[in-house]
């Protein structure tokens, strides 16, 4: 191995054990795992219907977000036909009651509006809804470009 590859190795293996971290963090919090859940799926469902999308958009943003948080399109299919209140209230709630963390919420904000602005094309109502969700998680006015 030359010195460039022991470099992208020694990254890539730094990267691995962030995201393990990441995970054992996610997963050490059992009693708000549920809470956290539904705060992901309520979030990326509200960003969905805020720009009129369709399944398909929830499908886009299961590749990206509900795998970093290893949810199964299978979970959340089933999960979002159970779910009854998809809404800010309800997400507030959530965070509320549940005390959720700022670096959890913080790292699904990024995750959203990676997503938002993956395209390139974000729409006012989209743009409107990530505002709302970034007031609701009581967020920094940017937290990520």
Same mark, same amino acid.
């Not at 030359?2 to 963090?25: A, F, H, P, T, Y």
């Not at 705060?39 to 509200?46: E, G, P």
């Not at 960003?47 to 509900?66: P, T, V, W």
């Not at 709630?93 to 959890?104: H, P, R």
């Given at each position: 191995? #030359?010195?460039?590859?022991?470099?992208?190795?020694?990254?890539?293996?730094?990267?691995? =054990?962030?995201?393990?971290?990441?995970?054992? @963090? &996610? *997963?050490?919090?059992?009693? @708000?795992? $549920?809470?956290?859940?539904?705060?992901?799926?309520?979030?990326?469902?509200?960003?969905?219907?805020?720009? %009129?999308? #369709?399944?398909?958009?929830?499908? @886009?943003?299961? #590749? +990206?977000?509900?795998?970093? +948080?290893? $949810?199964? %399109?299978?979970?959340?299919? *089933?999960?979002?036909?159970?779910?009854? =209140?998809?809404?800010?209230? /309800?997400?507030?709630?959530?965070?509320?009651? +549940?005390?959720?963390?700022?670096? &959890?919420?913080?790292?699904? +904000? #990024?995750?959203?509006?990676?997503?938002?602005? /993956? =395209? %390139?094309?974000?729409?006012? @109502?989209?743009?409107?809804?990530?505002? *709302?969700?970034?007031?609701? &998680?009581?967020?920094? &006015?940017?937290?990520?470009?």
């Amino acid at each position: 191995m #030359n010195d460039n590859e022991v470099q992208i190795k020694l990254e890539v293996m730094e990267s691995i =054990d962030k995201e393990l971290g990441r995970l054992e @963090k &996610f *997963k050490e919090e059992k009693g @708000k795992l $549920l809470a956290k859940i539904r705060v992901i799926v309520r979030s990326c469902l509200m960003l969905a219907r805020s720009d %009129g999308e #369709n399944f398909e958009e929830l499908e @886009k943003i299961n #590749n +990206y977000i509900f795998a970093r +948080y290893c $949810l199964s %399109g299978k979970t959340v299919r *089933k999960y979002c036909r159970s779910i009854e =209140d998809v809404s800010l209230n /309800a997400i507030k709630e959530d965070i509320e009651k +549940y005390e959720l963390d700022k670096e &959890f919420l913080t790292d699904l +904000y #990024n995750d959203l509006f990676t997503v938002a602005y /993956a =395209d %390139g094309d974000v729409s006012t @109502k989209e743009d409107k809804m990530i505002s *709302k969700l970034q007031t609701v &998680f009581k967020l920094p &006015f940017i937290t990520k470009l």
